[in-house]
């Protein structure tokens, strides 16, 4: 009897002491836990305040490489989206820089940072972004040097045979661009495009308008390529008695056929209707229109790359007409065999100023004392990879004027906004 009672008073007692233990490993774990969680929300805390710290910075590569540390940071404490909402945020920032070397260089570090939260469908989405992007490059070289690039990317995915295919391709590139070109036959170029805009309105007792768009293209092939500039605008005045609107038109294209790299046929086509630089008179009843054509051989003075960058003499012979409509009177109407003696150079250029320049002497050759001499000057200022600051200076000389009190000698400025495509 004694016995049975000592036996349940140690087993009463080894019951108690494990409830008792149990209790403390149950305590000191909930308050590991509490302390696990202040410490996690307290290192958030620091990461937030760090995040706006961040966003105070310009868009620049530093902020993006500060961005994209922070987002693991994130993943590290468990903060998945909130990760991902940063590391989309850096994505936002790299497409607008210009620099195609720099975005496509951070647009891979993303992905791999993607690739490290477990986001692989997105990383390779990024890459082939990226890819897409690297194929428009020109030049060649500097395509080929950055598909390299994207293959250590796609490699480090595991995304071999991918990579190895970029590779071959960017191999290929590297190769052909290294290897020197020859004068000629040229390298055939993709076409080039730029349109610009220009308007003003101004109302007080009259109210006056003017809205204009221009053009520039240009397009190479191995032996041949054209060039053109134009630009159609229309004018306003409420105090016009007979058109309150005035059109006006300017073009100019050009076509050369290589024969070597210094000689070339070319053909050159010129209209102006209304235009200020060409008209007698700009009232609204008054009408100009000069149309010029003119063929012959050319010699080329320099040429760098493609026809975007060139100065040819050309002389050629073509007719040239002119109307001339002011006062409700006819003051010329005629079509005169002229010699056309013009420089033509495009793309001279200094980091990053373009100037395009024209000069023209045409004189009559049935009477050499009607001439006219012309020059217009184009300096461009890349502000980014589409856009430009544009400036025109034309300067017109004709010795035979069509009214008296007009001078010989006249001169348009204009400046403006361009876009190229």
């Known amino acids: 009897m004694l016995l049975i009672s000592l036996y349940s008073l140690l087993s009463f007692n080894t019951i108690e002491l494990n409830i008792e233990n149990r209790h403390q490993s149950n305590y000191n774990s909930n308050l590991f836990h509490l302390l696990a969680q202040k410490d996690n929300i307290s290192q958030i805390y620091s990461l937030d305040q760090s995040l706006k710290l961040i966003n105070d910075i310009e868009s620049s590569s530093v902020k993006v490489m500060l961005l994209n540390d922070l987002a693991l940071s994130y993943a590290k404490l468990g903060d998945i989206d909130k990760a991902k909402e940063i590391l989309e945020q850096s994505l936002l920032i790299v497409s607008t820089f210009e620099e195609i070397e720099l975005q496509v260089r951070e647009m891979t570090n993303i992905a791999s940072h993607y690739q490290q939260l477990?986001?692989?469908?997105?990383?390779?989405?990024?890459?082939?972004?990226?890819?897409?992007?690297?194929?428009?490059?020109?030049?060649?070289?500097?395509?080929?040097?950055?598909?390299?690039?994207?293959?250590?990317?796609?490699?480090?995915?595991?995304?071999?045979?991918?990579?190895?295919?970029?590779?071959?391709?960017?191999?290929?590139?590297?190769?052909?661009?290294?290897?020197?070109?020859?004068?000629f036959p040229f390298q055939e170029t993709p076409s080039q495009f730029r349109l610009g805009f220009t308007g003003n309105v101004k109302s007080f007792r009259d109210t006056t308008g003017f809205f204009g768009t221009n053009i520039d293209y240009s397009k190479q092939w191995s032996e041949e390529d054209i060039f053109v500039e134009g630009q159609v605008s229309f004018s306003f005045d409420s105090s016009r008695t007979v058109n309150n609107y005035r059109p006006q038109s300017f073009l100019v294209a050009v076509y050369r056929n290589h024969f070597n790299a210094d000689w070339n046929f070319f053909i050159t086509f010129f209209n102006s209707i209304n235009e200020n630089r060409f008209s007698s008179r700009n009232d609204d009843e008054d009408l100009?229109?000069?149309?010029?054509?003119?063929?012959?051989?050319?010699?080329?003075?320099?040429?760098?790359?493609?026809?975007?960058?060139?100065?040819?003499?050309?002389?050629?012979?073509?007719?040239?007409?002119?109307?001339?409509?002011?006062?409700?009177?006819?003051?010329?109407?005629?079509?005169?065999?002229?010699?056309?003696?013009?420089?033509?150079?495009?793309?001279?250029?200094?980091?990053?100023?373009?100037?395009?320049?024209?000069?023209?002497?045409?004189?009559?050759?049935?009477?050499?004392?009607?001439?006219?001499?012309?020059?217009?000057?184009?300096?461009?200022?890349?502000?980014?990879?589409?856009?430009?600051?544009?400036?025109r200076l034309f300067l017109r000389y004709r010795n035979q004027k069509i009214l008296e009190e007009n001078p010989n000698l006249n001169f348009f400025f204009s400046t403006g906004l361009e876009y190229q495509f």
């Open 288 to 391: 100009t229109i000069i149309t010029g054509f003119w063929l012959g051989p050319a010699l080329n003075l320099w040429q760098e790359g493609s026809n975007e960058k060139f100065l040819d003499l050309q002389i050629g012979i073509g007719p040239r007409y002119e109307y001339d409509y002011i006062d409700f009177e006819t003051r010329k109407n005629e079509v005169n065999p002229t010699l056309g003696v013009i420089l033509v150079g495009r793309g001279f250029s200094l980091e990053k100023i373009r100037m395009d320049q024209e000069f023209a002497l045409v004189p009559a050759l049935d009477d050499f004392d009607e001439y006219v001499i012309t020059s217009n000057s184009k300096i461009s200022f890349t502000l980014s990879e589409r856009w430009s600051f544009v400036n």
């Open 118 to 183: 477990g986001q692989n469908a997105k990383a390779f989405e990024i890459l082939e972004n990226t890819n897409t992007l690297v194929n428009s490059i020109d030049p060649k070289l500097l395509q080929g040097q950055l598909l390299l690039h994207l293959s250590f990317k796609y490699e480090e995915l595991g995304e071999i045979e991918q990579s190895q295919n970029l590779l071959t391709q960017s191999k290929n590139l590297i190769a052909k661009a290294s290897q020197p070109q020859a004068n």
